[in-house]
C-alpha cells in the first residue's frame, strides 16, 4: 500500500517568510503527486499536480512544489507568506497507472501564518 | 463549469439511524470516490465508483454503502448510525479513475451524530 508522510502536523511562519512544507511517499514506481489546501469547513482545493514531466511545477496562489525521485519527495514551497494562505495542507498520492481510483493522502500540516 | 455538488451541508443525526449522502459530480465526470475525514483518523478512503460499478473499497464496515447512478451522481449510505461516524465525509470526482488530472473535490457533508 502507499504511504504519505508529512513532516510536521504544524507549521507557524511570519507573513512574508518562506512557506516549506514537506511530503515523502514510499513506493517503488514513482506515483502521481498532488498537493490539497483546506480551508475551515469547505472541501479540498487542488494546489498542483505533478504527473510526469519538469519536477518542478507551479501551482495556484504563487505555490511550487518539486519532486525528486531520489528522496522520494515533494516540498510544498511559497517564497512569501500571505495571511491568506492559513490552512490545512494535504499531501496525496496516486498508483501511475492504475484503474483504481484512489487517492493516498498524508495527515495534513496546518499552517499558521503571523502578521 | 460547476463543480462537485454534495448535498447536504450539515446534517444531525441520532444513533441508530440511517443517513444518505449524495454527490453530483463534475459533468462529464464519470469517476466518483467518498472520504471520511475526522481529526482522529484524517483522510480516510471509503470507496470508488465508475460507470456504475464499485471498483475499490476502503476498510470500513458493512454499514457503509454506496451506489452510483447512470448518470454519474453518487450516494453514499450509513446505517444504523455511531457516534464515530460523526465526521466530514467528502466526494470526489475525475473524469477516470486513475485520471492523472486528479480528482476534484466537493465541499463535503459534515455529519454530527447524537
Known amino acids: 500500500a502507499q504511504s504519505v508522510t508529512q513532516l510536521g502536523s504544524h507549521v507557524s511562519v511570519s507573513e512574508g517568510a518562506l512557506v516549506l512544507l514537506r511530503c515523502n511517499y514510499s513506493s517503488s514506481v514513482p506515483p502521481y503527486l498532488f498537493w490539497y489546501v483546506q480551508y475551515p469547513n469547505q472541501g479540498l482545493q487542488l494546489l498542483l499536480k505533478?504527473?510526469?514531466?519538469?519536477?518542478l511545477v507551479k501551482g495556484i496562489n504563487g505555490f511550487e512544489a518539486e519532486f525528486k525521485k531520489s528522496e522520494t519527495s515533494f516540498h510544498l514551497t511559497k517564497p512569501s507568506a500571505h495571511m491568506s494562505d492559513a490552512a490545512e495542507y494535504f499531501c496525496?498520492?496516486?498508483?501511475?497507472?492504475?484503474?483504481?481510483?484512489?487517492?493516498?493522502f498524508g495527515r495534513g500540516t496546518q499552517l499558521t501564518v503571523w502578521p | 463549469k460547476a463543480g462537485v455538488t454534495q448535498t447536504p451541508r450539515y446534517l444531525i443525526k441520532t444513533r441508530g439511524q440511517q443517513v444518505t449522502l449524495s454527490c453530483s459530480p463534475i459533468s462529464g465526470h464519470r469517476s466518483v470516490s467518498w472520504y471520511q475525514q475526522t481529526p482522529g483518523q484524517g483522510l480516510q478512503f471509503l470507496f470508488e465508483y465508475f460507470s456504475e460499478t464499485q471498483r475499490n473499497k476502503g476498510n470500513f464496515p458493512g454499514r457503509f454503502s454506496g451506489r452510483q447512478f447512470s448518470n454519474s451522481r453518487s450516494e453514499m449510505n450509513v446505517s444504523t448510525l455511531e457516534l464515530g461516524d460523526s465526521a466530514l465525509y467528502l466526494c470526489?470526482?475525475?473524469?477516470?479513475?486513475?485520471?492523472?488530472?486528479?480528482?476534484?473535490f466537493g465541499s463535503g457533508t459534515r455529519l454530527t451524530v447524537v
Open positions: 496525496a498520492v496516486s498508483v501511475r497507472g492504475s484503474t483504481l481510483g484512489r487517492l493516498y
Open positions: 470526489a470526482s475525475s473524469a477516470g479513475p486513475g485520471d492523472r488530472d486528479g480528482y476534484t
Open positions: 505533478y504527473t510526469t514531466g519538469a519536477t
